[in-house]
């Protein structure tokens, strides 16, 4: 909601719709029962991108049914981005995740998830920058290998490197808002690799901005006023697109 993106849906299991909608009152919230209940929703043109991965885990979209629901989001011809669980559903499975691919897509893995999704990829053999684009042409997506100097790397060969981030954003959380804030880029017609390059740098601008004891809540409360500072940024991640001619 803070990527400026105008309108947000939260997609929830059955029940869970008062525990959200209670937590963010200016959020929309539906109730999703499973894969079929999420083509459903999506069948409204309305929303342009889907972010599936945070929350996904536990035990109402845990399993098999995580992976249902991001066959269901992919199926739906919109830009995605997976995350979290999301990408754990496909531990192992990268061609398979590949085939189903037919959008923009940005995947945004840890070293963990990555190590699971693409285990014949090795970066500490091949170097953190090689693997990031090894992994983007293996399935076909934009992949963000995030960490201290997170690697965007696009299928197509294209790569920049963000090393705005400070160590505080290793906080529970904070994957999250950087999924929700590159979900929401999408949303705005902002093309995957520039997306994903532009979230990571205003993810780690809002880290530092919200100082040395940082939750995740408190990273959302600075994207805002990064982005109408309209701090310079490096041409070479392409934000013109974002930021217009000035910043």
């Known amino acids: 909601r803070r990527s400026g993106v105008g309108l947000a849906t939260a997609a929830v299991p059955p029940g869970a719709v008062a ?63 997976l995350d979290a669980d999301g990408l754990n559903a496909f531990a192992g499975a990268a061609e398979d995740l590949a085939r189903q691919i037919s959008a923009a897509t940005v995947l945004t893995p840890h070293e963990g998830e990555f190590k699971r999704l693409f285990p014949d990829i090795d970066p500490a053999a091949l170097g953190k920058l090689a693997a990031a684009r090894a992994a983007a042409s293996a399935v076909g997506a934009t992949v963000l290998l995030k960490g201290a100097d997170s690697v965007i790397a696009a299928p197509d060969g294209r790569a920049a490197i963000a090393e705005n981030a400070p160590p505080t954003l290793a906080t529970a959380g904070s994957g999250d808002v950087l999924a929700g804030l590159i979900g929401g880029l999408l949303a705005r017609g902002v093309p995957a690799f520039e997306a994903a390059a532009a979230g990571a740098w205003i993810h780690g601008e809002a880290g530092r901005a919200a100082g040395v004891s940082v939750l995740a809540e408190d990273i959302v409360g600075h994207i805002g006023p990064v982005v109408e500072r309209r701090s310079p940024v490096p041409r070479n991640l392409l934000f013109r697109g974002l930021f217009g001619d000035g910043g």
């Open 19 to 81: 525990l959200f909608a209670g937590d963010a009152p200016g959020a929309i919230v539906r109730e999703v029962d499973g894969a079929d209940g999420l083509a459903r929703l999506l069948g409204d043109p309305r929303y342009s991108a889907v972010v599936v991965g945070p929350g996904l885990g536990g035990p109402d979209f845990g399993g098999n049914g995580a992976r249902g629901l991001v066959e269901a989001a992919l199926a739906a011809g919109r830009p995605v981005l």
